[in-house]
């Protein structure tokens, strides 16, 4: 049987921009569904980052990815959106009648009146260090993100990275981890140079080991258990490093995915769309978030809930042209109750 839906905005990501869409259409008494690839809401603050505090949410001086994920999921829930989880849009076509078709990967098919694409960097995928036998310890010895530090306790933890997710994991999992030794193939890492510089003492202080100038080179173990990770200098000499643990933070690589192919006009892999209504080069399709590039646009969530509330208004105007929108705080209107 075909699982067939009509609604008035399909929303494509369920990140934390996504999630806000679902909150301003429904102030506009538009309902959603929402579609997202992975099995959970939340984008890369669940995905990515659950138990990181955010300090730049307005009104919130701290709150970890998966506490704001909550409370977004929370606001929406009096508009009674429609998650559609674990399915990729594949299909977005535009019919006569000026509606669109979407249909994902597990065959969910929604007809939609308008289109808020909050797709962040589209298919995630996490760039792998090319190593012989990675794949089979994928899931159980080899992990390409947190998702709870506690996972890693009283664990031999390698480290493999430059970047802001190998310094921000390396500080958080020295607490926890048996051991943790952070790889890189220069003495310098490029994140923030506070965290940079807090790593480095704990390195003095013999807490944690920085390996570097190496670069991954072999792993060792038996069927999924790691043992040791292969690590090799320029002069091309080896060290095992013990291990039961590797996490690599190569970065995410951007895939747009079937967003590509879409017929949208794209600068550098981001949708192009105008800065105040958020509207892409096709009427009726919008873009917020991640996925979106405007003159001087920064990737922070905060920028992204603005976006939302403009989106959602430009999406009004082409769903319900008719229909005269009148500016009005939330103070006055209220939510409805459940
Ligand atoms: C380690 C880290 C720390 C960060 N810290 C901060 C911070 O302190 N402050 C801040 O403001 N920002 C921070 N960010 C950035 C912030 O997380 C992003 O700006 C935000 O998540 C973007 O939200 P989004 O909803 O646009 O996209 P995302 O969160 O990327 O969500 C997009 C969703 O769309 C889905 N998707 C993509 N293509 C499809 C498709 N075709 N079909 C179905 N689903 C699809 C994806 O699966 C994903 O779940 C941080 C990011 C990282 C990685």
Same mark, same amino acid.
């Given at each position: 049987?075909?699982?067939?839906?009509?609604?008035?905005?399909?929303?494509?990501?369920?990140?934390?921009?996504?999630?806000? #869409?679902?909150?301003?259409?429904?102030?506009? @008494?538009?309902?959603?569904?929402?579609?997202?690839?992975?099995?959970?809401?939340?984008? *890369?603050?669940?995905?990515?980052?659950?138990?990181?505090?955010?300090?730049?949410?307005?009104?919130?001086?701290?709150?970890?990815?998966?506490?704001?994920?909550?409370?977004?999921?929370? %606001?929406?829930?009096?508009?009674?959106?429609?998650?559609?989880?674990? %399915?990729?849009?594949?299909?977005?076509?535009? %019919?006569?009648?000026?509606?669109?078709?979407?249909?994902?990967?597990?065959?969910?098919?929604?007809? #939609?009146?308008?289109?808020?694409?909050?797709?962040?960097?589209?298919?995630?995928?996490?760039?792998?260090?090319?190593?012989?036998?990675?794949?089979?310890?994928?899931?159980?010895?080899?992990?390409?993100?947190?998702?709870?530090?506690?996972?890693?306790?009283? @664990?031999?933890?390698?480290?493999?990275?430059?970047?802001?997710?190998?310094?921000?994991?390396?500080?958080?999992?020295?607490?926890?981890?048996?051991?943790?030794?952070?790889?890189?193939?220069?003495?310098?890492?490029?994140?923030?140079?506070?965290?940079?510089?807090?790593? *480095?003492?704990?390195?003095?202080?013999?807490?944690?080991?920085?390996?570097?100038?190496?670069?991954?080179?072999?792993?060792?173990?038996?069927?999924? *258990?790691?043992?040791?990770?292969?690590?090799?200098?320029?002069?091309?000499?080896?060290?095992?490093?013990? #291990?039961?643990?590797?996490?690599?933070?190569?970065?995410?690589? %951007?895939?747009?995915?079937?967003? #590509?192919?879409?017929?949208?006009?794209?600068? @550098?892999?981001?949708?192009?769309?105008?800065?105040?209504?958020?509207?892409?080069?096709?009427?009726?399709?919008?873009?917020?978030?991640?996925?979106?590039?405007?003159?001087?646009?920064? @990737?922070?969530?905060?920028?992204?809930?603005?976006?939302?509330?403009?989106?959602?208004?430009?999406?009004?105007?082409?769903?319900?042209?008719?229909?005269?929108?009148?500016?009005?705080?939330?103070?006055?209107?209220?939510?409805?109750?459940?």
């Amino acid at each position: 049987m075909t699982d067939s839906h009509t609604t008035d905005v399909a929303i494509i990501g369920a990140g934390p921009t996504g999630l806000f #869409a679902v909150f301003e259409c429904g102030m506009l @008494k538009m309902n959603c569904h929402v579609i997202d690839a992975l099995d959970m809401i939340g984008g *890369q603050c669940t995905a990515l980052y659950p138990e990181k505090p955010i300090y730049d949410i307005p009104a919130h001086p701290a709150i970890t990815g998966g506490d704001l994920i909550n409370k977004l999921e929370e %606001q929406a829930a009096p508009f009674n959106p429609i998650y559609h989880l674990s %399915q990729q849009v594949t299909k977005l076509e535009k %019919q006569a009648d000026g509606t669109f078709d979407l249909e994902t990967s597990k065959g969910t098919k929604i007809n #939609a009146k308008a289109v808020i694409i909050a797709a962040g960097v589209g298919a995630f995928g996490p760039n792998r260090p090319p190593l012989d036998g990675l794949l089979d310890y994928e899931g159980t010895s080899v992990f390409y993100m947190v998702r709870r530090r506690e996972d890693f306790r009283d @664990k031999r933890v390698v480290i493999a990275g430059g970047g802001d997710s190998a310094v921000d994991w390396a500080l958080s999992l020295a607490d926890v981890a048996k051991s943790v030794q952070v790889v890189h193939r220069r003495p310098k890492f490029r994140a923030a140079p506070e965290s940079v510089s807090k790593m *480095q003492q704990l390195d003095k202080d013999g807490t944690i080991e920085l390996v570097v100038p190496y670069q991954l080179e072999g792993l060792k173990g038996e069927g999924d *258990q790691l043992s040791a990770v292969v690590v090799k200098d320029f002069d091309g000499n080896l060290r095992d490093l013990e #291990a039961d643990v590797l996490l690599p933070f190569y970065g995410l690589s %951007q895939n747009l995915g079937p967003i #590509a192919e879409w017929g949208l006009e794209l600068e @550098k892999k981001h949708l192009n769309v105008h800065p105040t209504t958020m509207a892409t080069s096709e009427a009726g399709i919008f873009g917020v978030g991640d996925i979106i590039t405007y003159d001087n646009k920064l @990737k922070l969530i905060l920028c992204g809930f603005s976006e939302a509330a403009m989106a959602a208004r430009a999406a009004h105007g082409y769903a319900y042209p008719d229909e005269e929108l009148h500016f009005e705080y939330s103070t006055s209107m209220g939510v409805p109750s459940e």
